[in-house]
């Protein structure tokens, strides 16, 4: 590949003589040349710049010059030829672009000083159509000039050509590579520094768990540093431990529409998610209700005990109700209602609960539900622990809650695997009524981690 870079100060790309670009170049792997601009003035005082059309501060580079410079370095032939001119406004470089880069024959880099160039030397090239022009920029700040920018375009591109980087292999794993994911941490001797010592699984020889260590760390990494990064990620390539590595940073990847990861928010339900509550309960209710349940049954059952007014309640009385949502840009996709006992003592409204739920005080996960795209995605598990964890922390009558109970119909397999999975067990049943229809629910609880106290205890009280 050959790159040319025109400067007022090629002195500033010396440092291209150095390291592996500059071994590249002695190699014979890149011709890279640099260029004064001021070899193409045409005036005695060697001008490259005049005063801004239109008034205001500083100067702009002349496009008569570039275009002098330009024409001349430009290689003949049917070469792949970019121009790249960087500048603030640009487009931002990222190494999609650099990769692209790679694949041409010869990059002319433009390296702008002053205010900038003269807008019509890219307008010029653009309009040629036989060189392809590119304006760029590194990045959200302002610098004095282009150089910095073709030292980065130069060995970014370079280090992708064949033969340049000694292990092409290690191009693989690389930040911004094809995983699309952030480098993990990486550590050498000594095992042990500053206090500091070198995670143990690096030392264990086991390059199972080296690897899944390294591809949690960098799925941590970006979703910590680079959440438009992961919000980019392609699922498909998102194993189950991922997605599971991801949920622990709050990121789901919701079933369908392309499943692009999701930033999800856990948060204590307020005063004005009443109205979207009412929407995602009705939306969700009727998902959870096993096939043959009527579908008066079901209507029913959402106009009495899932309207806005219901949950307005619930929001409005946080002695009693606790409520928790699961929010993405998009919307409400989750919540769960806890029901709190006012007393120790108080037990489970239904005797059939009452009979099997005997830890005291306890309260209800009386509701949990999520959008179908959520489910299967660890939320369920995000949301339930967060609500065991708000329940962990109410004291009723200066006593802790020990337990907590919720009751899932029968039917609902997927629902009972994952209570299970968050510590909740099966303790007996229940008969529930929805609308007419008399529904039978397995009833599990959950110890919280605190002194049992059980409904003989609460009543000696
Ligand atoms: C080219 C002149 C200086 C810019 C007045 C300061 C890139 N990410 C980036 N930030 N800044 C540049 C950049 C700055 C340049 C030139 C690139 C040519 N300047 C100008 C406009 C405001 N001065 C850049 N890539």
Redesign the pocket.
Known sequence: MRIDVVSIFPGYLQALDLSLVGKARRDGLLDLRVHDLREWTTDRHRTVDDTPFGGGA?MVMRPDVWGLAVDDVLAEGPARRVLLV???S?ERLTQRTVEDLAGADQLVLA???????DARVAENYRARGDVEVRE????D??????EV?ALVVVEAVARLLPGVIGNPASLVEESHGTAGLLEYPVYTKPPSWAGLEVPEVLTSGHHGNVARWRREQALARTAERRPDMVAALDPAGLDRTDRAALAAHGWFVPAGDGGAPTRVQVRPGTPDDAAALAELAAATFPLACPPHMDEADIEAHIATHLGAEHFAAYLADPSRYRVLVAETAAGLVGYTLLVLPLSVAEAPEADDVAAVVTQRPVAELSKCYLLPAFQGTGLAGVLVRETTTTAAGVVVEDRPLSAVWLGTNRSNRRAQRSYARNGFTVVGTRRYRVGQSLEEDVVMTMPLDVPQTTAVDAVAR
Do not use: D
């Open positions: 500083g960087p500048t603030p640009g390296c702008g000083r002053y205010e900038g160039i760029f920029s590194l990045g700040y302002v610098l004095n000039g282009g920018a």
